[in-house]
């Protein structure tokens, strides 16, 4: 008999969560315990196993080996329909019926649920009203996905996964979905969420984990995460012949130099103070940069100093 989770105050609980497909170990052992009322976020690079997770924890895929606990309750252990009723699922890629109306989905969705929230209130939220006729194969793609959004709320759920909830939006719309986020959270619901936008992470993520090969390899606020880094800016060079990385390490307030793809990359205190002395060692090295770009450190340099790739790497 599998050995029964321990009682939990999380929203959402699992431990030694595994998942493998014939050529790869997608999920590896994975621990996680989500707060009620936060919105936590699974950043890593494509394949690095966030989806499977996220498919798992919503009962969509079985896993190998490991125990979920979702607000209190296990799939496959007590009454599935109830607990679905509280979730709500907004998947990467969501397929919807094409030839019904953007209003006529929504209500579908709706009627899957004893309770929810009002048709009319969910498309006015995600600026769906212009779209209600429409048929759902003229849509283009960022209108399916505030469509997939606004099937995820109009159950009213107590918790919601997004995975990539701003793919294919402007600017403007991925600004609405932010807003709709942070309403729900602010109304104590729990979000779990998978991005590849660094801004999108830092503006809505309470704590965020990163993800890579199937593990967490860190996990903390935004802020704490960056931090981390022990520098608050970030120079990348590409230069024309190789570099003694040793030697740019070691100039003061250079805090760490690895190569990423072509580019070097140095996290650093100021990189107005460093960047003489870099191109000073460069030209004692006969090196000189070809490109150069300075940054504010961010989530996805916390990535490429712990792996030495970046989230968008394949």
């Known amino acids: 008999m599998p050995a029964t989770p321990q009682a939990t105050t999380a929203a959402v609980s699992c431990r030694g969560l595994v998942k493998r497909y014939p050529d790869v170990l997608a999920v590896d052992g994975l621990d996680l315990d989500v707060r009620p009322g936060e919105c936590f976020g699974l950043l890593g690079p494509n394949g690095a196993g966030k989806t499977t997770t996220v498919e798992m924890l919503e009962g969509l895929t079985t896993p190998d080996a ?7 309750e296990q799939w496959g252990r007590g009454d599935d329909r109830r607990l679905r009723q509280q979730v709500g699922v907004q998947l990467q890629e969501t397929k919807l019926s094409e030839k019904l109306t953007v209003r006529e989905t929504v209500r ?23 779209k209600a006729r429409s048929r759902v194969g003229k849509l283009s793609g960022g209108q ?18 997004l995975d990539e909830p701003s793919t294919g939006l402007d600017p403007q719309a991925r600004l609405r979905v932010w807003e709709i986020v942070e309403q729900f959270k602010g109304q104590g619901g729990t979000v779990i969420l998978t991005t590849h936008y660094m801004e999108e992470a830092a503006r809505l993520c309470d704590r965020v984990a990163i993800v890579d090969h199937g593990r967490i390899i860190a996990l903390d606020t935004p802020t704490a995460l960056i931090d981390s880094l022990g520098a608050r800016q970030v120079i990348s060079f590409t230069a024309d012949g190789e570099v003694d990385a040793a030697a740019l390490a070691a100039l003061p307030g250079v805090r760490s130099a690895q190569r990423q793809a072509e580019a070097w990359v140095l996290n650093v205190e100021q990189a107005g103070p460093v960047l003489p002395s870099v191109i000073q060692a460069l030209a004692a090295q006969g090196r000189q940069m070809d490109r150069l770009s300075t ?13 030495g790739r970046g989230l968008r790497d394949e």
């Not at 940054?295 to 792996?307: G, K, N, R």
């Open 66 to 72: 490991g125990d979920i606990t979702l607000l209190g």
């Open 108 to 130: 579908l969705f709706r009627s899957f649920f004893d309770e929810g929230r009002d048709v009319e209130e969910v498309m006015d939220l995600t600026g769906l009203q212009e």
């Open 144 to 161: 399916k996905q505030r469509l997939a959004l606004a099937c995820a709320l109009v159950g009213a759920p107590r918790l919601l996964f």
């Open 295 to 307: 940054h504010q450190a961010t989530l996805e340099d916390v990535f490429v100093h712990l792996t």
